[in-house]
């Protein structure tokens, strides 16, 4: 019996392989175009964006999803009145973000850029996910630290008083941010909060 030339077994192994490359390609794209690197990398961001608007105040969210039901014309909102701020409606002040549950990223900058400097901002929002993210009543139970920036107990009377917020929880998201300001101005700058990333 003569024996297979090796390059034989070389050249079946190929066809083989090959054909188990394109069956799996077409597979994965059967009906479905295939998405470019860019387009996943959308897709992650566009996910991203939906999920922190999950958790926006209701007063933003009425504002794109109000839809007449009568027939009647609805004044359009453009996406750039949206991310400008500029709508029909009338604007949620501060004092309506909510006190429990987790905050969206864009609920916790409106509070960090009123008391933050500009280019202090996305740190402040870092240190803030960092500690809590953006839970206003988390705790760590290591340190006794409460809310959003996590204020150690013996110091936040002290803070939350120098900054006309007296008597308030640390819960309280916009008493919090205030704090966490006043304590990074003037109690010594961002090493308060060690949780800095």
């Known amino acids: ?77 453009t996406a750039d009145q949206l991310l400008s701020g500029d709508s029909t409606e009338e604007e949620a002040p501060l004092d309506t973000v909510p006190t429990h549950g987790w905050l969206s990223e864009m609920q916790v900058r409106a509070l960090v850029t009123r008391y933050f400097r500009p280019e202090d901002v996305n740190r402040a929002i870092r240190v803030a996910w960092c500690q809590s993210r953006f839970n206003p009543s988390s705790s760590d139970p290591q340190t006794g630290g409460t809310g959003l920036f996590h204020h150690l107990p013996e110091f936040w009377d002290a803070r939350a008083e120098a900054v006309d917020f007296a008597g308030a929880e640390p819960s309280d998201p916009e008493a919090n941010v205030a704090a966490a300001a006043y304590a990074v101005y003037e109690e010594g700058g961002w090493a308060v909060f060690p949780c800095d990333s």
Do not use: C, K
Not at 50 to 58: E, H, K, L, Q
């Open 1 to 77: 019996m003569r024996r297979a030339h090796p390059l034989l077994y070389v050249a079946v192994w190929a066809v083989v392989t090959l054909l188990a490359v394109a069956g799996f390609a077409a597979f994965q794209t059967q009906g479905r175009p295939v998405p470019e690197p860019a387009a996943q990398s959308l897709g992650r961001e566009v996910g991203a964006m939906a999920g922190m608007g999950f958790n926006a105040a209701a007063a933003q969210v009425a504002v794109v999803a109000a839809t007449p039901i009568d027939g009647a014309e609805a004044e359009p909102v």
